[in-house]
């Protein structure tokens, strides 16, 4: 067992759910606290130094979605929200309002600690993310300061809407983003909600970074909620 420094707050009022995800975390050495309110989760957040917050969103006193909201205004550290919760509009509302992924249940230890360690390298790499000036996804690899994209060391050429979307995946690699979000970072906010021309937009993308577009490897559907940059 790995012994990991990155302490997690688990936010789950139903007892069997929270001691499976304690015992997940324990056994791949997780640090771990636990809480079943919202009302629990803020006090720990501005009480202790924690890394990831693991959330329901059907809290017995106020909807996880307003812890979701309230921690944004001052953190950005990774929440994943783990829900019954399965509909594509839940998800969407719960990534725009600053989750950072989504996990239905049920779900095995698995998948969520592999999601943990997804979140955890974003983390790690927001740090310092600014002063990078250049990153890269398997043979994908961007250059912020040329504004020159590679694939498997050859050049690519890109229109600048297409760096543009790029650049959005590259800072947010691993990250599930919602097409309202990506509609609004691409085309401004006054924009709308009209998703054609990302669409458009993407199709372009992938046929020149996919070597099958219909099977991507790199941008990632995830159905009905947005897209997402593959984390290696």
């Known amino acids: ?13 139903d007892s069997q759910i929270r ?6 975390l324990k056994q791949a050495g997780f640090p771990y606290l636990t809480t079943g309110t919202a009302q ?19 809290l017995p006193d106020f909807d996880g979605m307003e812890v979701i909201k309230k921690v944004r205004e001052w953190s950005e550290m990774p929440i994943i ?3 019954a919760r399965d509909q594509d509009k839940e998800k969407a509302a719960a990534l725009d309002s600053g989750a950072d992924d989504y996990l239905t249940k049920p779900f095995s230890a698995t998948e969520l600690l ?3 360690r997804v979140a955890i390298r974003h983390l790690h790499r927001a740090g310092g993310i600014k002063q990078q ?18 694939l498997d060391d050859a050049e690519l050429h890109t229109t600048p809407m297409e760096y543009n979307l790029l650049v959005l995946f590259f800072r ?11 509609v609004k970072e691409i085309y401004g906010a006054g924009y709308g909600t009209d998703t054609q021309a990302l669409r458009t937009l993407m199709a372009s993308l992938r046929r020149k970074i996919e070597k099958n577009p219909a099977k991507p490897r790199y941008i990632l559907t995830e159905i009905g909620v947005g897209y997402r940059l593959a984390d290696e």
């Open 1 to 13: 067992m790995e012994n990991r420094n990155e302490k997690i707050l688990i936010v789950e009022d």
């Open 19 to 24: 001691n499976f995800i304690s015992y997940s």
């Open 40 to 58: 629990g989760a803020l006090s720990t957040l501005v009480s202790e130094q924690i890394d990831l917050m693991l959330l329901d969103l059907g």
């Open 81 to 83: 929200v783990v829900s």
């Open 114 to 116: 592999a999601r943990i």
């Open 133 to 150: 000036t250049s990153l890269a996804v398997g043979g994908l690899r961007i250059d912020f300061d040329k504004h020159l994209v590679y």
């Open 172 to 182: 947010n690699i691993g990250k599930v983003l919602t097409t309202k979000y990506i």
